[in-house]
């Protein structure tokens, strides 16, 4: 019976170690000896002066080696905390690398879609000009067809200085979430991408409905999923080529969806197209991190989410995010 109440301090002395830590389970150790040796001098515990001996050895290096297993688990969680708080800090500053090396190809797509909407109203004023300098030439000079061609050529100049504008706008990154209408959003994309969008139907439908979102970068991301539906439509041939803008009320959330009939994803690589790097327009340069910060800004930046999955005749992504009842958060 003492030796079951010899083992049951030793349970104390570990358990102590476990939950109260090195100082508390060795003074712990400190009075269950205490209490051996006051029990020993005070009552006939019927035991010998060797086997209280050995007991209190036998505490003091189990007590040692409960000391030197928690520093080691305590060594080991810290060192593992600081791996984990490294990895993070890596992680966050790759994110950081892939988000600024977006935005750069996602610049020089913007610079290059300036370039393609320039190239016609710069060949209309250069034919103005042209007209201009053969009226003023002539012996006869109308004075309000000049006019005319200076209203015009006014005209056209401030639809090019409206066009750097809205570009201008798009790059500022406001880390803000605020209620953002879609009507007036989607309206701003296809003004952008018009020129882009000339022999593909566009079909979106009036809502009235708002979301919290960062308004920029939701821009840009329905500019990056709408220019890969143009790009996998160009090599298409179907009768007509259309992408449909949805969007839908559900509860709380908001779900946008963009869906396209360019003959979808194959089923092997579906899931993968969200992975960093992953793509498969190498020879055109693609550099795979498109719908990788698609879904970086939907899910980190607007705590939204995003999913992808093949229609009868092409792909359909699904955007939530979170309506204009669900209260407005500062990231």
């Known amino acids: 019976m003492m030796s079951f109440g010899l083992f049951g301090f030793f349970l104390t002395s570990f358990g102590s170690f476990i939950l109260g830590g090195r100082r508390y389970g060795f003074f712990i150790a400190t009075i269950i000896i205490a209490i051996i040796v006051y029990l020993y001098n005070t009552l006939d515990i019927n035991l010998s002066v060797y086997a209280i001996f050995t007991f209190i050895v036998a505490l003091f290096v189990f007590n040692i080696f409960s000391f030197y297993f928690l520093r080691k688990i305590e060594n080991d969680s810290k060192r593992l905390e600081e791996r984990v708080i490294e990895e993070v800090a890596k992680r966050q500053l790759h994110e950081q690398m892939l988000l600024r090396q977006c935005r750069m190809a996602n610049m020089g797509e913007m610079i290059d879609t300036i370039a393609h909407q320039w190239r016609q109203p710069l060949m209309q004023n250069s034919m103005m000009l042209l007209n201009l300098y053969d009226e003023v030439e002539s012996d006869n000079c109308n004075k309000n067809y000049v006019l005319k061609k200076i209203e015009s050529l006014s005209k056209v100049t401030t639809h090019m200085s409206q066009t750097i504008e809205d570009f201008r706008n798009l790059l500022n990154h406001d880390k803000k ?155």
Not at 197 to 211: A, G, M, P, Q, Y
Not at 223 to 241: G, R
Not at 307 to 326: A, H, Q, S
């Open 177 to 331: 979430v605020t209620l953002v209408n879609l009507d007036e959003v989607i309206e701003e994309i296809l003004v952008l991408m018009k020129s882009n969008l000339k022999e593909i139907t566009v079909t979106d439908k009036k809502c009235e409905i708002s979301v919290l979102a960062l308004k920029s970068e939701l821009i840009q991301v329905l500019i990056i999923l709408i220019s890969n539906s143009i790009e996998a439509l160009e090599n298409k041939k179907v009768s007509e080529k259309f992408i449909k803008i949805d969007i839908e009320k559900l509860d709380k959330d908001v779900e946008i969806t963009v869906e396209d009939n360019a003959g979808g994803i194959n089923n092997s690589i579906i899931r993968k197209i969200f992975d960093p790097y992953f793509t498969t327009k190498k020879q055109q340069g693609g550099t795979g991190l498109g719908l990788y910060i698609v879904q970086l800004i939907v899910e980190q930046n607007m705590q939204g989410s995003i999913e992808v999955e093949n229609t009868l005749e092409g792909v359909k992504f699904k955007i939530r995010l979170r309506g204009e009842n669900d209260g407005i958060k500062k990231i």
